[in-house]
């Protein structure tokens, strides 16, 4: 069995994502590591970051952003297209640049990709995850934040990246430009495993959080309309009162130990649980609605989501 890890990324040091973190945190298990570099700012570093790894495992494919010709978000998907079609393993382990995979899941991965490498059914195999929100002891656990998503794959010529890269679908006779199709596209089959994504892209100095935000919004809306969306807002995102979060008991991966050692903004966060700048526009899951939606399914249904993103057909094994 040989299993293969990928990503995309861009101007990752500049917008403060731990690529570096996210490569390390699978690369022991993995026979190689694909990355999807692309064209980063003069003032970024993410090549050295990668290239610090010395790992003759790591192959970087140079790549060139193009949003007129993959706009609303599919850029992301065409680009871990890219890095996904550079992989030769039977599995493909994606990793995107925010995410970080604990050490002690790496047996009980590993030996799901071994069981089941011959079953092919199973097309993908699912995760758990952790969505931490403005430092590394509070995450989000309400409605409206996935809960699992699909991380590995089969290796096979239907399987693309999908719409924003949040999620793969089998697509025959895919077209390499819209990934956002619905008709003639094929969930996949997945098997869920008992491990964890910890998803840190919600953690950043506020000042780079607001900067990852429209660089995110600009894949997605495009460079004019992020200008006049951000034209009046502050240089720095709001992550509103930590206090009403869920606090994280765990421990975070080895890996993280240095990137987290960084955190230098507590005193730019309130933790508390009232609201200390009044007009403050509301995030999604603050929202009356998604409060109450929270409510219901952590209270009344043990945790069971109602709708909510699921693009994948559960299987059991």
């Given at each position: 069995m040989r299993l293969s890890g990928f990503t995309m990324v861009k101007n990752a040091t500049k917008l403060y994502y731990p690529i570096r973190e996210a490569i390390l945190s699978i690369l022991p298990i993995v026979d190689e590591f694909v990355v999807a570099l692309g064209d980063c700012d003069p003032d970024d570093r993410t090549r050295e970051a990668i290239e610090s790894i010395r790992s003759d495992k790591i192959k970087i494919i140079d790549t060139v952003w193009d949003l007129k010709t993959y706009p609303n978000g599919t850029e992301n998907a065409h680009q871990t297209n890219i890095a996904k079609n550079h992989c030769s393993g039977d599995w493909l382990f994606?990793?995107?640049?925010?995410?970080?995979?604990?050490?002690?899941?790496?047996?009980?991965?590993?030996?799901?990709?071994?069981?089941?490498?011959?079953?092919?059914?199973?097309?993908?195999?699912?995760?758990?995850?952790?969505?931490?929100?403005?430092?590394?002891?509070?995450?989000?656990?309400?409605?409206?934040?996935?809960?699992n998503e699909i991380r590995i794959i089969r290796k096979h010529p239907d399987i693309h990246s999908w719409e924003s890269a949040q999620s793969f679908r089998r697509i025959p006779d895919f077209d390499g430009k819209n990934y956002r199709q619905q008709e003639g596209t094929f969930k996949l089959k997945v098997v869920k495993i008992p491990a964890y994504v910890y998803h840190y892209g919600w953690v950043r100095p506020p000042h780079l959080m607001q900067n990852k935000k429209k660089a995110l919004d600009t894949i997605h809306k495009g460079k004019e309309k992020v200008a006049d969306l951000y034209k009046n807002q502050k240089d720095y995102f709001d992550?509103?009162?930590?206090?009403?979060?869920?606090?994280?008991?765990?421990?975070?991966?080895?890996?993280?130990?240095?990137?987290?050692?960084?955190?230098?903004?507590?005193?730019?966060?309130?933790?508390?649980?009232?609201?200390?700048?009044?007009?403050?526009?509301?995030?999604?899951?603050?929202?009356?609605?998604?409060?109450?939606?929270?409510?219901?399914?952590?209270?009344?249904?043990?945790?069971?989501?109602?709708?909510?993103?699921?693009?994948?057909?559960?299987?059991?094994?």
């Open positions: 994606y990793l995107q640049a925010d995410e970080v995979i604990h050490e002690k899941y790496l047996p009980i991965i590993k030996n799901y990709c071994e069981e089941l490498v011959d079953d092919q059914e199973v097309e993908g195999l699912l995760f758990n995850y952790i969505h931490f929100w403005g430092d590394y002891e509070h995450h989000q656990n309400g409605h409206g934040w996935y809960k992550y509103g009162p930590l206090g009403n979060c869920a606090v994280f008991k765990g421990t975070h991966p080895e890996v993280m130990k240095d990137f987290i050692k960084k955190f230098d903004w507590a005193d730019q966060l309130n933790f508390s649980k009232k609201e200390i700048h009044p007009n403050r526009k509301k995030q999604k899951h603050e929202k009356l609605k998604y409060r109450l939606l929270t409510w219901l399914e952590q209270k009344l249904l043990g945790g069971r989501e109602i709708g909510g993103f699921k693009n994948y057909v559960l299987i059991k094994r």
